[in-house]
C-alpha cells in the first residue's frame, strides 16, 4: 500500500515538473518571437528615418536605437531578461 501512494506521489510530482517546464519554455520562446518582431519593426522604421533627412536629436536616437538592436543582435538571453524584468515590475 505505501509504494502504490509513493508511486502516485512520485508520478504527481514528475507531471508538476514537466508541466512547469512546459510553461518556461513556452514563455521562453514567445518572449524570443516579440523580441524578433521589436527588432523587425525597428529595422523598418530605421530604414525608413535614414530615408529621409535627419535632425541631430533625430540622428542620436537613431544611434541609441542602432546600438540597442546591436546590443539585442549579440546578446539576446540578456536582452530577454531585461525585458521579463520590466514586465514583471509592471
Given at each position: 500500500m505505501?509504494?502504490?501512494?509513493?508511486?502516485?506521489?512520485i508520478a504527481v510530482?514528475?507531471?508538476?515538473y514537466?508541466v512547469?517546464?512546459?510553461?518556461?519554455?513556452r514563455?521562453?520562446?514567445?518572449?524570443?518571437?516579440?523580441?524578433?518582431?521589436v527588432i523587425?519593426q525597428?529595422?523598418?522604421?530605421?530604414d525608413l528615418s535614414?530615408?529621409?533627412?535627419?535632425t541631430?536629436?533625430?540622428?542620436?536616437?537613431?544611434e541609441?536605437?542602432?546600438?540597442?538592436?546591436?546590443?539585442?543582435k549579440?546578446?539576446?538571453?540578456?536582452?530577454a531578461?531585461?525585458?521579463?524584468?520590466?514586465?514583471?515590475?509592471?
Open positions: 505505501w509504494l502504490k501512494i509513493g508511486i502516485a506521489v510530482i514528475a507531471l508538476l514537466f512547469r517546464m512546459y510553461v518556461v519554455r514563455r521562453e520562446r514567445e518572449d524570443e518571437l516579440e523580441m524578433q518582431q523587425t525597428a529595422q523598418v522604421e530605421s535614414k530615408s529621409k533627412e535627419l541631430p536629436q533625430e540622428k542620436e536616437q537613431l541609441h536605437r542602432e546600438a540597442v538592436e546591436k546590443f539585442a549579440s546578446k539576446p538571453e540578456d536582452v531578461q531585461l525585458i521579463k524584468a520590466w514586465l514583471a515590475d509592471e
